[in-house]
């Protein structure tokens, strides 16, 4: 297998792109990273973009509003063409602002409308915590009870997989009583990717309107959501998008919501007409795209590690990468399930079909608990794991070779190995 590995790296279209990024060390080499999914690496390019702006800062002061090749007033509109590439909308459907939760509010505020009946909120069980903060505090704020209209989704059998029947189905049964479904793309613990276009269309077949979270989707999987007629989506930039911790997040709104300036939504001097923006006369004068859900000026330093590393997405293709991020995520899964020792450990709780996943595999340890966790990292190792016993695996295309997904393995079976004998 290791043979096999090295012919799959050798013809490997993307194999260049792994050393245009900072690789941490453990033990004085480059650790085998498969944790994109938690925080992307650096690229090295990302140094030049934040220098350029600093330098700006140092140069110009407050000049560099209004002047040099990316003035800060306009620095958003930067990011417009690649993230619509990433997202599959327009340049006016996206846009990079705050963080994810912040836009998810922002998304909420927007698109959970209750009105009379129609005021519940579907997510799926077990959704991440800020998720589940966002939409809780949502009903709240509405004057409605989250007991009765915070639906949570549980798989019916019990597995941690959720069919797209079970989830339309359930839509159906809420019908006029629901206002909103909030799903994942990809959920962060199974890494089951869902079926973002028929959660959309069922939701708006009984009257209700969709949204996503992102964040362990974009950069990952391509997608289409201007034709799936998504309402609005939003995602952060560090993880499979590499643009550092705590990066510049973002946000997608349909175009036909967009146009709807009737729609309320929360509102900050940066989301009305740039024309206008500095007579400071209180004018109400919202721009008719996403940028209309704007609140305030960017932060220019984190923008600019996001554009370097939308570059970098750029020159590779997100059609490209998942195409080979296809192919190295079934590698793991073949390396695993070939291994006797990982298919006594190991359950796979990520869907098994590449359509229904990611770049992520999350590997449920049945007998032995964190140890082997500890184990895999002191062994150069950086990884994920999560309560109650998962470590999640996520070889990421641009940087990660099939090399590393072979040693990984390795690894964790001698890991296993030296865990169960102690
Ligand atoms: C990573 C992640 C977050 C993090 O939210 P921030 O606002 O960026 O801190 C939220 N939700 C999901 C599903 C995530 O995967």
Known sequence: MEEKAKALDQSDELASFRSQFHFPQTHGKDCIYLCGNSLGLQPKLTENFVNEEL?????????????????????????????????????DEVVAMNNLTTNLHLGLSSFYRPEGKRNKILIERGAFPSD??????????????????????????????????????????????????????????????????????????????????????VGNIPLTLHDDRVDFAVWCSYKYLNSGPGGTGGF?????????????????????????????????NPIPT????????????????????????????????????IKL?????????????????????????????????????????????EKIVENGVILDWREPNVIRVAPVPLYNSFTDVWQFVRIMERAIESVAAS
């Open 55 to 91: 330098k700006n800062w140092q140069e110009r002061g407050v000049k560099g509003h209004f002047t040099g090749e990316k003035p800060w007033v306009s620095y958003h509109l930067n990011s417009k063409k690649s993230l619509a590439k990433l997202v599959g909308g327009t340049e």
């Open 290 to 325: 996403a940028d209309g859900w704007q609140l305030s000026n960017i932060n220019i330093l984190s923008h600019s590690a996001h554009l370097a590393s939308l570059e970098v997405f750029d020159q590779a293709d997100i059609h490209t990468l998942r195409k080979k991020s």
């Open 132 to 217: 589940f903060y966002a939409v809780h505090s949502s009903v709240v704020l509405s004057g409605n009870d989250p007991n009765e209209c915070l639906i949570e989704l549980n798989p019916q059998d019990g597995s941690d997989y959720l069919p797209t029947d079970e989830i339309v189905g359930k839509i159906h049964e809420l019908g006029e009583e629901l206002e909103l479904v909030m799903f994942p793309g990809v959920q962060y613990y199974t890494g089951q990717f869902f079926n973002i276009k028929r959660i959309t269309e069922a939701a708006h077949g009984v009257g209700a309107k969709a949204g996503f979270d992102l964040a362990h989707t």
């Open 329 to 373: 995520t079934g590698f793991l899964e073949e390396l695993i399930s070939g291994s006797s020792i990982l298919d006594e450990h190991v359950k796979m709780i990520t869907p098994k079909s590449p359509e229904e996943r990611g770049a992520q595999l999350s590997l449920y340890l049945t007998k032995l608990g964190k140890p082997v966790f």
């Open 252 to 284: 997608f709104v349909h175009s036909e919501n967009a146009r709807n300036t009737e729609l309320p939504k929360q509102s900050g001097w940066w989301g009305h007409k740039a024309d206008g923006r500095f007579k400071m006369n209180n004018e109400i």
